[in-house]
T-cell receptor
Framework: AQTVTQSQPEMSVQEAETVTLSCTYDTSESNYYLFWYKQPPSRQMILVIRQEAYKQQNATENRFSVNFQKAAKSFSLKISDSQLGDTAMYFCAFGGGNEKLTFGTGTRLTIIP | DTAVSQTPKYLVTQMGNDKSIKCEQNLGHDTMYWYKQDSKKFLKIMFSYNNKELIINETVPNRFSPKSPDKAHLNLHINSLELGDSAVYFC????????????FGPGTRLTVL
């Protein structure tokens, strides 16, 4: 079974700064997908970024980028030029051959004005 | 245009009652899911359906019975509600395949008194 670990329950950073959220996972599968989802206070789950394990190039979406280290089973999320609207819970998730997402326990990120 | 909708958004009920949560998606997806998010924000899959067929049943008590009348709907019926059932329940949908983004509904906050 896959496991996803987010070791930072809470983080805070000043507006406009850069912050990195950590995620590690464990799996015996070779082909899988990794996701970061955001859950703001509105409770809505929103996909931030996605990475295919077979791609060596790190995914980027505007201010959001990942550092994917397949051998280390690490998948961190970097948020550049952080904005107040980035305040949310961030969940790392693993999608493998069993067609389900396994989520980490989340990191609560607060952007300080 | 709401992509994944759930009703109701809030549900307060007494222990022992039976209740249902409805979910509908208008994205043309063939796969739908139910997740439970507990008080610590941990998100765990309960069920998934593909083309109205049950694919995943994650050791959920049989008091929980999902029903998919068609590909666009996945309802969750809960019998004999218990205090521990209090949580936020999310419906999601996607195209079949673990690499596909799952689109989440707004969640239903269930409180059992």
């Amino acid at each position: 079974a896959q496991t996803v670990t987010q070791s930072q329950p809470e983080m805070s950073v000043q507006e406009a700064e850069t912050v990195t959220l950590s995620c590690t996972y464990d799996t015996s599968e070779s082909n899988y997908y990794l996701f970061w989802y955001k859950q703001p206070p509105s409770r809505q789950m929103i996909l931030v970024i996605r990475q295919e394990a077979y791609k060596q190039q790190n995914a980027t979406e505007n201010r959001f980028s990942v550092n994917f280290q397949k051998a280390a089973k690490s998948f961190s999320l970097k948020i550049s030029d952080s904005q107040l609207g980035d305040t949310a819970m961030y969940f790392c998730a693993f999608g493998g051959g069993n067609e389900k997402l396994t989520f980490g326990t989340g990191t609560r990120l607060t952007i300080i004005p | 245009d709401t992509a994944v909708s759930q009703t109701p958004k809030y549900l307060v009920t007494q222990m022992g009652n039976d209740k249902s949560i409805k979910c509908e998606q208008n994205l043309g997806h063939d796969t739908m899911y139910w997740y439970k998010q507990d008080s610590k924000k941990f998100l765990k899959i309960m069920f998934s359906y593909n083309n109205k067929e049950l694919i995943i049943n994650e050791t959920v008590p049989n008091r929980f019975s999902p029903k998919s009348p068609d590909k666009a709907h996945l309802n969750l019926h809960i019998n004999s509600l218990e205090l521990g059932d209090s949580a936020v329940y999310f419906c999601a949908s996607s195209h079949w395949g673990s690499y596909n983004e799952q689109f989440f509904g707004p969640g239903t906050r269930l409180t059992v008194l």
